[in-house]
Nanobody
Framework: QVQLVESGGGLVQPGGSLRLSCAASGSIVSIYAMGWYRQAPGKQRELVAGITSAGSTNYADSVEGRFTISRDNAKNTVYLQMNSLKPEDTAVYYC????????????????WGQGSQVTVSS
C-alpha cells in the first residue's frame, strides 16, 4: 500500500556531485522521520543523514559539510544532495521513512526504498 521509490544514483568522479530523491506514495496519513542509509560491500548499513518532520537534521561525521538532506512534505519526498564525493562514499544508498498509513492508524510503519547505487571513481 505504501512504497518508496528512489532515483538519482550513478557514476561520478571524485569531487563531483549527485542528488538522490525518494518519493513516498500510497495510503499515507503522515510521514515522520525520513533518512538516508548506505551499505558498502562487506560493511553494515549505516545512517548517512536524517530529517524530522519539523526539519531538524543530523549527519554522519563522514559526510557532515558535504551532504545535505532535505524534504518536501507536500510531495512526500526526501532528497540527499551529495557534494565533494569521495571514493569511500561508494555504496548502495537506501531511503527510509516512518509512515502512518490509512490501513492502521495505531502505529507507524518503517519503509525502505529499493536502493540506489552510487559509485565514485575516476
Amino acid at each position: 500500500q505504501v512504497q518508496l521509490v528512489e532515483s538519482g544514483g550513478g557514476l561520478v568522479q571524485p569531487g563531483g556531485s549527485l542528488r538522490l530523491s525518494c518519493a513516498a506514495s500510497g495510503s499515507i496519513v503522515s510521514i515522520y522521520a525520513m533518512g538516508w542509509y548506505r551499505q558498502a560491500p562487506g560493511k553494515q548499513r549505516e545512517l548517512v543523514a536524517g530529517i524530522t518532520s519539523a526539519g531538524s537534521t543530523n549527519y554522519a561525521d563522514s559526510v557532515e559539510g558535504r551532504f545535505t538532506i532535505s524534504r518536501d512534505n507536500a510531495k512526500n519526498t526526501v532528497y540527499l544532495q551529495m557534494n565533494s564525493l569521495k571514493p569511500e562514499d561508494t555504496a548502495v544508498y537506501y531511503c527510509n521513512a516512518e509512515i502512518l498509513q490509512m490501513s492502521d492508524l495505531r502505529r507507524m510503519y518503517d519503509y525502505w526504498g529499493q536502493g540506489s547505487q552510487v559509485t565514485v571513481s575516476s
